[in-house]
Every structure is written in structure tokens, then in C-alpha cells.
């Protein structure tokens, strides 16, 4: 079948995971990524744990792509990225704003190679302001956003770092939006396109709370939005549930008094009302805590407490939810071959298409594995252009220690 993007052709120059993201998303949506790296290579190629000397945080996000290195740092490799422009429907870049005009690749000259091109770039805070060469890691940007600090005091704890990079997933997800937006925009227009996301104001928009926290209030009482005041307990075989109530409002202490058949507790003075029940929220929730661990299921917990509006969901791992038959149905994981058996395995995009196909291409390349077959198919280079752009260090590669020896 038809993917959506297949007649797109994409040079992703992005490293870590904010640009990769959006370039592994295009790729799965059937547009051509090719992945072009600098000598020294993406930095999550060094990432660990390794399987068969490659490292599955690499591979999330850039299985699918072709991988070329050029060293831009060079006129030839400057002028060689320029040549393979013209076969390019998008251009995707996280470096600092201004690195790319250093490299003499900006969209100037990225427009001058080809008029229609559509660039894609990437950054902490944004081009053109006081902040615009500050670096920008997820961890900094979760600091500077407020997401660090509204966590830890909605969980009544000292603020520390969330193990995702939610600020750089969320911006690889408007890096997509905005340049597929930009290809229509040149559908309509005939013209090329700059679109920049920072990684800030994507981690502003996907904070459901921030119009809320821009109040300056803070009410401990009512339907309050965010998911913190859902508890999460113990049951009888060992395992946790989610519980998605807030057993202080009044409907979550109704279902708590009928499904638990403890009328008395409405005469509990410590649960009277619902300023109460905020004040004995810890005894409230022990109360709860004993009737949970007294099911071994978190369907069993569902069905008890009653009300659709209610939902438990088990506490799972990863590699726990990829072992059952939703994941199995969904086909929501995908393996990919090391190049000599070994697996790993990593998500597959969430889209389902009617009569179109989408999703990732099971393979992950090595720094440079596709130098001569890229540029020898989009710019007719010569095996012997190629030994001397090899000779000269504008192109490089990098194949695994296992290849190297067998081909020894």
C-alpha cells in the first residue's frame, strides 16, 4: 500500500532527540529521511545499553532513516550537503541559531540550491531573542518551564528530574506538525518555507495545567485539573492500580462510601465535607488502601468501585504492556535487526490509515552506511569521486566492530 509521504525526500541533520524524532516520524509516514551525521556522529549512538554494539536509544528514534556523514565543517562537504538540496523536499536542523549560517548552509543558500525547499529547524528557546544561544537539553528546559517545580509541589517533595525527555518529544511532535503545515502551505503557494519550533513554548503548550498555574491560584478544594490527586495503591498479589478519582470531591467519596458499604463513613466528622476530606486526605486514602488490597485485579477494583468515570489501570512496565494481546493486536512494537540477528525492539508510530500504510522501516543504519549508495544515486558521483571524498575526510563512516572483524 500507499504511504502517505512516499513521494517526500528529507535530509535530517538533527541530533539527540528532538529533531530525530520528527525526521523518524516522516519516515514512517513514508517520506525518504536521509540521516546526515558529522564525523563524530549523533550523540546517542553512544548511549547505553548496546545491543550488538548498537545502542536502542539511537534506534528509537532513527530506524528508517539512510545514514550519510559529511563533515560540514569543510568547503567540500558544505557544497556537497548544497548539491544533494535540489532532490530535497525538507531540511531538518537542531543546531544553535546561527550554526547553520556559520556553515554557510542557512536558508538563504538552502533557497538558492532549491526554491521550494522547506526548512525545519529546532532550538531550545527560539531565533532572534536574548535567549537564542542558550543550549537546551529536556532536563533544562523541564527547569525553566516550570515543569520541574510545579511537580514537585503539587507531590509535596524537593524538585528532581523526570527520567523522559518530555520537553524534546513533545517539540518532535511540533517540528512535525509545522513542517507538514509548510508543505501545504508550498502546495498553495509554490514557495519554499523557514518554520522554526522551540523547544520552550512546545513544553508551555503541551502543559495542561499552565493556563491554570498563570492564575496564581491554587484551590485545594473541587474538580481540580492535572492527574496527581489520583492515588495509586497496593493490591493483594503485590501489583499496583491507578485509580482515576479524586476521592475528596463529592461524587469520589460517594463511590468510595457504596462501593467499600461503609455508610458510616459520611458520619466520620474527618469526611463530613469536602474541606474535610481535603484536610484527612492521607486517612481518606489509607481507608481506600484497604479495600484495594483485598483484589488481586485491577478490573476487579473497576467493577467494584462501579462508575464508568472511574478507571484502574495496572502498574506495568514496558516490556509488561509489549507482552500483552493489545500489543500484540495493535502491533504497537516493532523489532529491528542488528545486522546479525540480534533484536531490538522499539515503539511503532500510532497511526492507523484506511487504505494507506504507515509505520517504522525495520532497520537502523551505522554513521556513513549509506554514503556511496545515496550519493551515487541523487548526484551521480563516480566510485573514484567517492575513494577521494573518502581519501580527503569529507565523507566518513563508521561500521560496527562485528563488521569490521569479519570483513578482516
Not at 530535497?88 to 556559520?102: F, H, Q, S
Not at 538563504?108 to 532549491?114: C, G, I, Q, S, T
Not at 523547544?199 to 478544594?221: C, F, H, R, W, Y
Request: aromatic share 6%.
Amino acid at each position: 500500500m500507499e504511504k502517505p509521504l512516499s513521494d517526500l525526500l528529507v535530509l535530517d541533520l538533527t541530533r539527540a532527540l528532538a529533531g530525530p524524532i520528527c525526521g523518524r516520524l516522516l519516515s514512517d509516514l513514508g517520506a525518504r529521511v536521509i540521516k546526515v551525521e558529522p564525523p563524530d556522529g549523533d550523540l546517542t549512538r553512544l548511549m547505553v545499553p548496546r545491543v550488538d554494539g548498537l545502542s536502542p536509544y539511537f534506534g528509537q528514534y532513527n530506524a528508517g532513516k539512510e545514514c550519510i556523514s559529511i563533515d560540514l565543517h569543510s568547503e567540500q562537504g558544505q557544497e556537497l550537503f548544497l548539491q544533494l538540496v535540489p532532490h530535497a523536499d525538507i531540511v531538518l536542523e537542531n543546531y544553535r541559531p546561527g550554526v547553520m549560517e556559520r556553515l554557510g548552509i542557512d536558508f538563504d543558500r538552502l533557497r538558492e540550491a532549491n526554491p521550494k525547499i522547506i526548512m525545519g529547524s529546532v532550538s531550545g528557546w527560539g531565533h532572534g531573542n536574548s535567549r537564542s544561544g542558550q543550549g537546551a537539553f529536556a532536563s533544562a528546559i523541564h527547569s525553566e518551564a516550570g515543569v520541574t517545580e510545579m511537580v514537585a509541589r503539587r507531590r509535596g517533595e524537593e524538585p528532581r528530574n523526570d527520567p523522559m525527555s518530555h520537553s524534546d518529544t513533545c517539540t518532535g511532535l511540533h517540528a512535525l506538525g509545522a513542517v507538514l503545515a509548510a508543505l501545504h502551505l508550498r502546495d498553495r503557494t509554490g514557495q519554499g518555507q523557514k518554520v522554526e519550533v522551540s523547544m520552550a513554548e512546545s513544553t508551555l503548550m503541551v502543559n495542561d495545567l499552565a493556563a491554570i498555574e498563570m492564575t496564581g491560584q491554587d484551590p485545594k478544594v473541587g474538580f481540580k485539573g492535572g492527574q496527581n490527586w489520583s492515588p495509586v495503591l497496593r493490591m493483594a498479589n503485590g501489583r499496583y492500580v491507578s485509580l482515576t478519582i479524586d476521592i475528596t470531591t463529592n461524587d469520589g467519596f460517594r463511590y468510595l462510601v457504596e462501593a467499600m458499604d461503609q455508610p458510616d463513613l459520611v458520619e466520620d466528622p474527618r469526611f463530613a465535607i469536602i474541606e474535610d476530606r481535603v484536610a484527612n486526605r492521607e486517612a481518606l486514602t489509607e481507608i481506600l488502601g484497604e479495600f484495594v488490597a483485598t483484589f488481586d485485579d485491577a478490573r476487579a477494583v473497576e467493577a467494584a468501585i462501579g462508575p464508568g468515570a472511574v478507571i484502574a489501570s495496572e502498574v506495568r512496565s514496558v516490556p509488561e504492556l509489549a507482552a500483552t494481546d493489545w500489543a500484540d493486536e495493535r502491533g504497537a512494537f516493532v523489532d529491528i535487526d542488528t545486522g546479525r540477528g540480534e533484536m531490538i525492539t522499539v515503539p511503532q508510530s500510532p497511526w492507523r490509515f484506511l487504505d494507506a500504510d504507515a509505520g517504522v522501516t525495520p532497520r537502523v543504519g551505522y554513521r556513513g552506511q549509506d554514503n556511496r549508495e545515496v550519493l551515487t544515486e541523487l548526484l551521480g558521483l563516480t566510485p573514484d569521486e567517492l575513494e577521494g571524498l573518502e581519501d580527503q575526510a569529507v565523507i566518513s563512516s563508521r561500521p560496527p566492530r562485528w563488521s569490521r572483524d569479519s570483513s578482516a
